[in-house]
């Protein structure tokens, strides 16, 4: 009887010794095949989502105010802008507005043709157009002429607004084309005014300016008809590449 006893736990132990690692093995299979599945079903709707959310443009029709678009930017709450040739379009994600110049308010856009757009550090949104420059008044969703905020104690010296930027202290360098670079300083409300003088080499270039851009040293740099510029602050003068 001890004998028996001791074989046939003996043979239990060899089925059980059998039987387990096949039972992990075929558990492993399992988790692993519904892990995959998990990640097929998540990865799909990942998908479906992305698509179901991404905007389609079939045709101006369905939104844009004209098919050449000269800026694009987006702004700390989610809408992006495109300033076209004629208008101004602000996209939420699937639904555009429009803003053009109606000469009867004031408050409308200044021109319909758009060549540039910055997001400031005070997240106002500033438009360069054809006739002159914008501040987009968030709170009243209309705009402001540059010339006319409150506290400026000059303007503009011309309309034809080509480029913009912002530098590190916070000054908005205004591109022009015909009268060089306007400066706009937040604190004095002023412009400050850089132009080509024939007889002065260390002025800017030209007076056509098309881009200008602050790269990560804090140099300001200035694209011209005519070529390119690097600012030399402490000199308030231009070296020619």
């Known amino acids: 009887m001890r004998e028996w006893i001791i074989l046939q ?3 239990n132990e060899r ?13 492993s299979r399992f988790i692993g095949k519904m892990a995959f ?10 998908s479906i989502l992305a698509q179901e959310k991404m905007p389609i443009f079939q045709s101006i029709q369905q939104g844009l105010s004209h098919q050449i678009i000269h800026t694009i930017i987006k702004d700390s709450y989610g809408y992006v802008w495109f300033g076209t040739q004629d208008g101004l379009n602000k996209f939420d994600g699937s639904n555009f507005v429009v803003y053009e110049n109606n000469p009867k308010d004031s408050n409308s856009l200044i021109h319909n043709s758009i060549h540039a757009l910055i ?6 949104l500033w438009i360069a157009t054809s006739q002159g420059l914008n501040l987009y008044n968030r ?3 209309n ?7 409150k506290g400026n104690v000059n303007h503009l010296n011309t309309t034809y607004i080509s480029s913009l930027c912002q530098d590190d202290e916070g000054d908005i360098w205004i591109g022009t084309y015909g009268n060089g670079i306007n400066v706009y300083n937040y604190k004095s409300h002023r412009f400050f005014y850089y132009t080509h003088d024939q007889e002065k080499k260390s002025s800017v270039i030209s007076q056509y300016i098309t881009c200008i851009a602050l790269d990560k040293e804090q140099n300001i740099w200035v694209g011209t008809y005519d ?3 690097l600012f030399d602050r402490r000199a308030k003068s231009f070296r020619h590449f």
């Open 9 to 11: 736990f003996i043979g």
């Open 15 to 27: 089925l059980f010794g059998t039987c387990i690692p096949l039972l992990i093995r075929r558990a």
């Open 37 to 46: 599945l998990l990640f097929f079903l998540v990865s799909e709707s990942i």
């Open 119 to 124: 997001m400031d550090r005070q997240k106002n």
């Open 139 to 141: 709170e009243k969703d």
């Open 143 to 149: 705009f402001i002429n540059a010339d006319l905020i």
């Open 227 to 229: 070529g390119l510029d």
